[in-house]
C-alpha cells in the first residue's frame, strides 16, 4: 500500500512539472505555432542536384511510391551519361523501407550518400560525374543485383570501364 501511494505521488508530482514548467517537452512552441499554422515545410527527400536520374530507386520501391519526373533540360553528368528524370517521393505511399536509398547506385556502388531517403535526405553535397570516374572495385554479384533495378544501364556499363581500370592498377 506504501509503495502505491509513493507511486500515485511521484506521477502527481511529473505531471505537475510537465503542466506548469513544460518539462520534457519534446516539440519546441516555435514548431507547435508553425503546426498549427500549417506552415511547416517538409524536409527534401531528394537531393536534385547529386541524383543521376538512374530511377534504380523508383524501380526497387515496392509500393510505387516513388515516380520519375521529366527535367525541362536534360543534364550531362559525365560523357555519354545524361540526367532526363529525378525521383518525387510520394509520402502517403512511402513504408520507409530505405529501399530507394539502399538501391541509389551512387550509395551502393560507390559508398556515397544515398541521393533519396524517406525521412530527411540531409545535406548531400558531392559531384556525381567526379564519383561515376574513379576506378572502383565491385563485385560482379554486387553489380548484377543493383543492374536489375536500373532503368539507365548506361551507370553500369561505365562502372564496368572503371573496374577494368581498377583491375588493371
Do not use: W
Not at 506504501?2 to 516555435?30: C, H, P, Q
Not at 506552415?39 to 509500393?63: D, F, L, Q
Not at 510520394?90 to 536509398?101: A, D, Q
Amino acid at each position: 500500500m506504501k509503495n502505491i501511494l509513493r507511486i500515485m505521488l511521484e506521477g502527481s508530482y511529473t505531471n505537475l512539472k510537465r503542466i506548469l514548467f513544460a518539462a520534457d517537452r519534446v516539440t519546441d512552441m516555435e514548431l507547435r505555432r508553425r503546426i498549427l499554422e500549417g506552415t511547416v515545410e517538409p524536409e527534401p527527400k531528394v537531393a536534385e542536384v547529386s541524383c543521376i536520374g538512374c530511377a534504380g530507386c523508383s524501380n526497387a520501391c515496392p509500393t510505387g511510391a516513388i515516380e520519375m519526373r521529366d527535367l525541362d533540360e536534360p543534364v550531362e553528368i559525365i560523357e555519354g551519361l545524361m540526367k532526363k528524370q529525378i525521383p518525387v517521393l510520394n509520402r502517403e505511399r512511402c513504408v520507409h523501407c530505405y529501399y530507394c536509398h539502399d538501391f541509389c547506385p551512387l550509395y551502393a556502388l560507390f559508398g556515397e550518400p544515398g541521393t533519396i531517403h524517406p525521412n530527411d535526405v540531409g545535406e548531400v553535397e558531392f559531384d556525381a560525374g567526379a564519383v561515376l570516374q574513379k576506378p572502383v572495385k565491385i563485385s560482379e554479384d554486387k553489380l548484377k543485383f543493383i543492374s536489375q533495378f536500373l532503368a539507365d544501364k548506361s551507370v553500369i556499363k561505365r562502372t564496368d570501364t572503371l573496374a577494368e581500370a581498377a583491375r588493371k592498377m
